[in-house]
């Protein structure tokens, strides 16, 4: 495997991926349209590219991580983009998170230029990305997985899932799950708050039994604390939540609880939430409640 990596998208979750990649011994040439981000790669070491073009003539391995599957289409299909550059053989990995749909039109379009693709979505937020501990859901040919294997596990802790588009299909459950977490530990704070009890001693009682789930155990003492950083925008969490009603429409599933985080999500965006971290889905559970939280000490 040669030792170029092209990168795409340096934002909170794109540059310590691709810090990792140069602290592994990797040459990264990268590429982003926001001038700081571009600027914050070039200081951890990296070599500025002035397109996805540009970036993917240089190497043999080639990464995008970008918001959504329109900014996909344009980097790999764009008239700058990833195939007007790519030698034949450059193996495409996007680990973006993006509809099953697009993963298997852009890896096809890939595959005619001779580049094999997989599809590798993440889940870990900046936490993850940061630590290499990223869970990666990976769609595309078993042989090409083997050979994208070495980069996947600097990264995290890769999972081979399936043909094209079947890493993205498993993101799109694990988004389902990770809404109807939040959503629930939401529901259970604002009840226990509004009948009197402390936040604390219901994260404390939830953590210690059934209930418990990682959500809890990482953002829970976060929401209490009126800590709404983001580790994961809520706004992207809103993306996902469209990506899973196309792939819900795409393939005849009924999925009456993600139709209803969906417009809890967004409640969020129109009440210009969509920065804050996706556990203030709480604010609008409180919302609804006529409520405030965490509640105001007296």
Not at 17 to 31: D, N, P, Q, T, W
Not at 173 to 202: R, S
Request: glycine share 10%; charged share 15%.
């Amino acid at each position: 495997m040669g030792s170029k990596i092209g990168f795409v998208g340096l934002g909170i979750m794109g540059n310590p991926m691709a810090g990792h990649l140069m602290k592994a011994g990797y040459e990264v040439i990268g590429f982003d349209l926001v001038p700081e981000a571009l600027a914050e790669f070039v200081s951890l070491g990296g070599i500025a590219a002035s397109s996805s073009q540009e970036a993917a003539a240089q190497c043999d391995i080639f990464i995008s991580m970008v918001p959504d599957s329109p900014h996909v289409e344009a980097v790999y299909l764009g008239e700058n983009g990833v195939l007007v550059g790519a030698r034949p053989d450059t193996l495409l990995l996007d680990m973006s998170s993006i509809s099953p749909v697009m993963a298997i039109k852009v890896a096809k379009a890939a595959a005619e230029h001779g580049c094999p693709m997989l599809d590798a979505p993440v889940s870990g937020g900046q936490v993850g990305a940061q630590q290499a501990t990223l869970s990666i859901m990976v769609g595309g040919d078993p042989a090409v997985y083997e050979r994208a294997l070495p980069i996947f596990e600097i990264l995290g802790k890769p999972t081979y899932c399936g043909p094209s588009g079947a890493g993205q299909t498993v993101k799109a459950c694990n988004q389902i799950q990770v809404a109807m977490n939040f959503i629930g530990l939401a529901e259970a704070l604002v009840l226990g708050t509004k009948a009197g009890v402390d936040p604390e001693i219901i994260i404390k009682v939830l953590s210690a039994g059934y209930a418990q789930t990682r959500v809890m155990d990482v953002r829970g003492p976060r929401m209490i604390n009126d800590d709404f950083e983001p580790g994961f925008r809520a706004a992207f969490h809103y993306k996902d939540l469209n990506i899973i009603r196309e792939a819900a429409r795409a393939y005849g599933a009924s999925l009456p609880a993600s139709a209803l985080a969906h417009e809890l999500f967004s409640s969020m965006m129109a009440n210009g939430w969509g920065n804050l971290d996706h556990s203030a889905v709480v604010k609008v559970i409180a919302m609804l409640s006529n409520t405030e939280f965490p509640p105001k000490a007296d």
